[in-house]
């Protein structure tokens, strides 16, 4: 079974508005952290924003938020006034806690490929 | 910039040949992580080193290896390369070698190896 599922292969937005990319996770340990990462043209992995799974906000990291669904097992990442610079891949990753058995082996989503329209 | 170095940017070769990859990790970062992205199979975790001994173990194959020296640089060595290993190799970097460090890794620019 997927452990990590992205069910969006692509988004488009217009410049200046809000966008949720979607992530739903499969975990039975209690602990563990949800990653999200960029991946521009230029191929780069660029790390964006995590949350782990005890934290009790969500976590947010300038235009970067994470709407974190614990009893849904989403973690969407939401950027707000989207800039042409945001076209780009977008991967969501998780890493178990160990606690039951798991790693701390992370595991990434398919990506969302994410385009910004001026 | 993420300050982790990765040699060479590109790497052309024929299948059943033997390949190194080397990172350089940011300084004073004692992790380095090695991941292979391609096509089919996304981005794959394969193997963690912290300070010159291995802590984790993904979806790595026999016929690759990787260590971690004194300098911490790391090098991945991938032998009798076959089609379906032409991928983008990655090496990230932390500080930390345990649970939260996963938090903290910053990417290199990648190795893009093509097998023909």
């Known amino acids: 079974a997927q452990k990590i599922t992205q069910t969006q292969p692509g988004m488009f937005v217009q410049e200046k508005e809000a966008v949720t990319l979607d992530c739903t996770y499969d975990?039975?340990?209690?602990?563990?952290?949800l990653f999200w990462y960029k991946q521009p043209s230029s191929g780069e992995m660029i790390f964006l924003i995590y949350?782990?799974?005890?934290?009790?906000q969500n976590a947010t990291e300038g235009r970067y938020s994470l709407n974190f669904q614990k009893a849904r097992k989403s973690a969407n990442l939401v950027i707000s006034a989207s800039q042409l610079g945001d076209s780009a891949m977008y991967f969501c990753?998780?890493?178990?806690?160990?606690?039951?058995?798991?790693?701390?082996?992370?595991?990434f989503g398919r990506g969302t490929s994410l385009i910004v329209h001026p | 910039d993420s300050g982790v170095t990765q040699t060479p940017k590109h790497l052309i070769t024929a299948t059943g040949q033997r390949v190194t990859l080397r990172c350089s990790p940011r300084?004073?970062?004692?992790?380095v992580y090695w991941y292979q992205q391609s096509l089919d199979q996304g981005l794959q975790f394969l193997i963690q080193?912290?300070?010159?001994?291995?802590?984790a173990k993904g979806n790595i194959l026999e016929r690759f290896s990787a260590q971690q020296f004194p300098d911490l640089h790391s090098e991945l060595n991938l032998s009798s390369l076959e089609l379906g290993d032409s991928a983008l190799y990655f090496c990230?970097?932390?500080?930390?070698?345990?649970?939260?460090?996963?938090?903290?890794?910053?990417f290199g620019p990648g190795t893009r190896l093509t097998v023909l």
């Open positions: 990753a998780m890493r178990e806690g160990g606690t039951s058995g798991g790693s701390y082996i992370p595991t």
């Open positions: 080193y912290y300070n010159g001994e291995e802590r």
């Open positions: 949350q782990g799974s005890y934290d009790q």
């Open positions: 990230a970097s932390s500080v930390g070698g345990g649970l939260r460090s996963y938090n903290e890794q910053f």
């Open positions: 300084s004073g970062d004692l992790s």
């Open positions: 975990t039975s340990d209690p602990s563990y952290g």
